[in-house]
T-cell receptor, first 115, second 113 residues
């Protein structure tokens, strides 16, 4: 199993450009989520999904869109990138709906710079 | 409101036990305590979790006080590879919104040779 795979690892955008961060997992996990981490800070939840076709907002959803058309994939879209979105983005997944005994598995991150 | 309070940073000598405290004085009866760590710029890694009883796995031990208002993560024989930021998280897995796992600032643990 590859686990949670994020692409790209690095990306530089200009203000106003759009892009999609890809996240895929091959563990048949129901739950997937996106976090961002700014320098020296903890992780903040952007969006999450508890199954195909179901998404919900986290702490900092503004400026980001998500969809979950398959169990495996959970892409994060930036429609019009802003410098404030410069951050490291982590995707995570869990087997069930993050119940008691379930643990999150994280990808290796995407470092995004918006100029 | 912060649910947990952790020291900003700690040091420990290699080979010694590293004891990381976490205060969660407002914890409710159904809330579990979870620990994750983040090594350098990698994605966080699950370590352990517990409700009331002490827990141990291959990575660490979790000691929860009887009143559940604080806990300690113990790395019994710390190595240089244990240098990381450690996050203590409390969460009720059964309430609406439980899928929102909230990470605080964590404790930056440095293992010294």
């Amino acid at each position: 199993n590859a686990g949670v795979t994020q692409t790209p690892k690095f990306q530089v955008l200009k203000t106003g450009q759009s892009m999609t961060l890809q996240c895929a997992q091959d563990m048949n996990h129901e739950y997937m989520s996106w976090y961002r981490q700014d320098p020296g800070m903890g992780l903040r939840l952007i969006h999450y999904s508890v199954g195909a076709g179901i998404t919900d907002q986290g702490e900092v959803p503004n400026g980001y869109n998500v969809s979950r058309s398959t169990t495996e994939d959970f892409p994060l879209r930036l429609l019009s990138a802003a410098p404030s979105q410069t951050s490291v983005y982590f995707c995570a997944s869990s087997y069930g709906r993050l119940a008691m005994n379930e643990k999150l598995f994280f990808g290796s991150g995407t470092q995004l710079s918006v100029l | 409101d912060a649910k947990t309070t952790q020291p900003t940073s700690m040091d420990c000598a290699e080979g010694r036990a590293a004891n990381l405290p976490c205060n969660h004085s407002t914890i409710s009866g159904n809330e579990y305590v979870y620990w994750y760590r983040q090594i350098h710029s990698q994605g966080p890694q699950y370590i352990i979790h517990g409700l009331k009883n002490n827990e141990t796995n291959e990575m660490a031990s979790l000691i929860i006080t009887e009143d559940r208002k604080s806990s300690t993560l113990i790395l019994p024989h710390a190595t240089l590879r244990d240098t990381a930021v450690y996050y203590c998280i409390v969460r009720d897995p059964w309430v609406q919104g439980a899928q929102k796992l909230v990470f605080g600032q964590g404790t930056r643990l440095t293992i010294n040779p």
